[in-house]
């Protein structure tokens, strides 16, 4: 497919990497695919987002908020203009300290100025936006997601809190559902038959963002 032939070809760029995650279709996959990106980027912000997201879906057995605090706080530092990575922040706050521990990641968002990101374009409500405006409104969209899902997140946490000495695995978890493997729903996957019938311009966009794009 397109995705595993880019990153063959270009195993040095981090954006191939995180694209290519968001497209697989399982935890294990994606899991699998961020630690092989990790010997190739270790520094790709974009890329520790991904895992950063992984750990944060409710769903997964990979459900791990204070991993997911670790993973989110490299990429914000290797990569600071990746916006996406102060809304996971954001969510990784709510779920460690509750619904109002959200103020770290704006004060963070708003000393770095990022620019660009799926999610973060999703949430830029016009081109003159301040960063500090794009990530109070994404944390207003992600709160109230997270409170649609309130009990899939609280389950996932109390799952986490019986967690001892293993690693919890339970066959009859829900299926990974896109709406969690991000903060807000905004990313999703698309099949090689989409990706073809899409047009240059279209992949461009959802690659890059709207903003940077003019045809």
Same mark, same amino acid.
């Given at each position: 497919?397109? &995705?595993?032939?880019? !990153? ?8 191939? %990497?995180?694209?290519?995650? &968001? ?78 521990? =959200?103020?770290?990641?704006? +004060? ?11 999610? %973060?374009?999703?949430?830029? &409500? =016009? @081109? ?5 405006? !794009?990530? +109070?409104? =994404? ?19 109390? +799952?986490?809190?019986?967690? !001892?000495?293993? &690693? ?17 729903? !905004? ?7 989409? %990706?073809?019938?899409?047009?240059? =311009? ?7 963002? @709207? ?5």
């Amino acid at each position: 497919s397109i &995705q595993p032939a880019g !990153v063959k070809r270009h195993p040095g760029t981090g954006r191939l %990497w995180s694209l290519h995650i &968001q497209t697989l279709t399982t935890d294990e996959e994606r899991h699998a695919a961020f630690l092989q990106a990790l010997e190739h980027v270790p520094k790709s912000g974009e890329l520790w987002c991904e895992g950063g997201r992984l750990a944060l879906n409710p769903t997964s057995k990979y459900f791990d908020p204070e991993a997911a605090a670790q993973r989110l706080s490299f990429a914000a530092n290797f990569t600071p203009q990746y916006g996406d990575t102060f809304i996971e922040i954001a969510r990784c706050d709510v779920l460690r300290q509750g619904a109002e521990a =959200a103020d770290g990641a704006v +004060r963070a968002c708003t000393n770095a100025e990022p620019n660009y990101g799926a999610i %973060w374009f999703a949430c830029k &409500q =016009a @081109p003159g936006s301040q960063a500090s405006e !794009v990530i +109070r409104h =994404a944390i207003d969209c992600m709160r109230t997601e997270m409170y649609m899902h309130r009990r899939v997140y609280q389950t996932a946490l109390l +799952r986490v809190a019986k967690v !001892v000495s293993s &690693q919890y695995s339970n066959p009859s978890l829900p299926a990974f559902e896109p709406c969690f493997g991000a903060a807000i729903p !905004v990313l999703r996957s698309f099949t090689q038959e989409e %990706w073809m019938d899409m047009s240059s =311009a279209d992949r461009i966009k959802w690659s890059f963002g @709207p903003d940077h794009v003019h045809v």
